[in-house]
Every structure is written in structure tokens, then in C-alpha cells.
């Protein structure tokens, strides 16, 4: 079964600097998706950013993108310029490309505050 | 992109009462469908997933007589939490995936906040 680790509970970051999240998986899997995504204080889930693992390029959107490792199964995801409204709950996931249902594991989240 | 609804968004019931809550995938169609429980400030727990016609997968250790599954048709999933218990009162979140959703993307509802009184 494929894991996925947050090992920073609770980050911060002064308004304009650059935040990075880590994020680290188990599987045995060759290809699978990656995905980070955020969840505000309203809860609602946004998806943030997504990685096929065939790709060596790292994705990018905007000021949102990751540093994917495949060998080292290691998913970070920078914020560059943070804002104020990406104070929120951060979640990396997984999911496999096989099989019926294909769901989505999720991390434990880390927490990100943004200082004014 | 692809719009999930979640009816409703907050409800509040008496222990022991029945309450059903409605997932509808707005603008594509919904082959599975996902249903989370989520406890504050902690991350999303699976407790079911649904194909459209069939019977919902459980996850282990979420009681399937308690947490009734519908998933009637390609738009809309219920969840049902029967004789609801206080220790029920959690945060659910609805996640719908469809053929043409992107690469398979799953989608979220808003969820509904569920409180046993």
C-alpha cells in the first residue's frame, strides 16, 4: 500500500517570501500521480498542483510549483510571493494510474500560517 | 472546470435519527464517487467508494449499515448516516471522477458539517 508523508505539521511565512512544503511517498508503483492540494478555512478542497510521475519537468502554476524526485520519492511544493490567501491547510497526495478505483491517498497536512 | 455540489451544507439532528446528505457531480458525469469523513484540523479519511450501479467498497473499519451508499446514477451520490450517534459529528466531504474529467481528476464538494445533538 502506497503512503504519503507530511513531516511539518505547522509552517509560516512572511507575506512576499517563499514557503516550501515537503512531502515524501512510498510505493512501489513506476507510474502514479501527485498531487498538492488546499483546503482554506472554508474546507472547500482546491487542487493546487499535479505531477505525472513520467515526467521528469516539474510542474508549474503560476507561483505554485514542485520539486518532484522521483528516486528519492520526494514532492515539495514552493510558494513563491506568498499571499495572504494562501494562509489555508496544505495536503500532498497519491494515486495510482492501475487499478478499478484509483484513489487518492492523502498526507496529514501541514498547516500554513502567512504573516503580514 | 468540473463543478461538485454538496446538500447540505450544514445539518443538525437529534441522536438516533437518520440523515442523508447529496452529492451531485453539476456539469459531467460521475462514474465514482468518493465519500471522506474529516475530523478538524487532521486529513481525509476514505470511508466508501461507489461506482454508479453498484455497490459501494467500503473501507476497513467503516460500519456499511451505518453509512448507507447510494450511487443511483452518473450526477448523484447520497450518503446516509443511520441512527446517528454524537460521536457521527464530523465533516464530510463528497469527491466525484469522471471519464472526461481531465486525467481522471477527482473533484470536491463542499462538504457538510454534520452535528449530533
Known amino acids: 500500500a502506497q503512503t504519503v508523508t507530511q513531516s511539518q505539521p505547522e509552517m509560516s511565512v512572511q507575506e512576499a517570501e517563499t514557503v516550501t512544503l515537503s512531502c515524501t511517498y512510498d510505493t512501489s508503483e513506476s507510474d502514479y500521480y501527485l498531487f498538492w492540494y488546499k483546503q482554506p478555512p472554508s474546507r472547500q478542497m482546491i487542487l493546487v498542483i499535479r505531477?505525472?510521475?513520467?515526467?521528469?519537468q516539474n510542474a508549474t502554476e503560476n507561483r505554485f510549483s514542485v520539486n518532484f524526485q522521483k528516486a528519492a520519492k520526494s514532492f515539495s511544493l514552493k510558494i513563491s510571493d506568498s499571499q495572504l490567501g494562501d494562509a489555508a491547510m496544505y495536503f500532498c497526495a497519491y494515486r495510482s494510474t492501475s487499478g478499478s478505483a484509483r484513489q487518492l491517498t492523502f498526507g496529514s497536512g501541514t498547516q500554513l500560517t502567512v504573516l503580514p | 472546470g468540473a463543478v461538485v455540489s454538496q446538500h447540505p451544507s450544514w445539518v443538525i439532528c437529534k441522536s438516533g435519527t437518520s440523515v442523508k446528505i447529496e452529492c451531485r457531480s453539476l456539469?459531467?458525469?460521475?462514474?465514482?464517487m468518493f465519500w471522506y469523513r474529516q475530523f478538524p484540523k487532521q486529513s481525509l479519511m476514505l470511508m466508501a467508494t461507489?461506482?454508479?450501479?453498484?455497490?459501494?467498497?467500503?473501507e476497513q473499519g467503516v460500519e456499511k449499515d451505518k453509512f448507507l451508499i447510494n450511487h443511483a446514477s452518473l450526477t448523484l451520490s447520497t450518503l446516509t448516516v443511520t441512527s446517528a450517534h454524537p460521536e457521527d459529528s464530523s465533516f464530510y466531504i463528497c469527491?466525484?471522477?469522471?471519464?472526461?474529467?481531465?486525467?481522471?481528476?477527482?473533484?470536491f464538494g463542499p462538504g457538510t458539517r454534520l452535528t449530533v445533538t
Open positions: 469527491s466525484a471522477r469522471g471519464l472526461l474529467a481531465g486525467h481522471g481528476e477527482q473533484y
Open positions: 505531477q505525472e510521475a513520467y515526467k521528469q
Open positions: 456539469d459531467f458525469q460521475a462514474t465514482t
Open positions: 461507489s461506482n454508479e450501479g453498484s455497490k459501494a467498497t467500503y
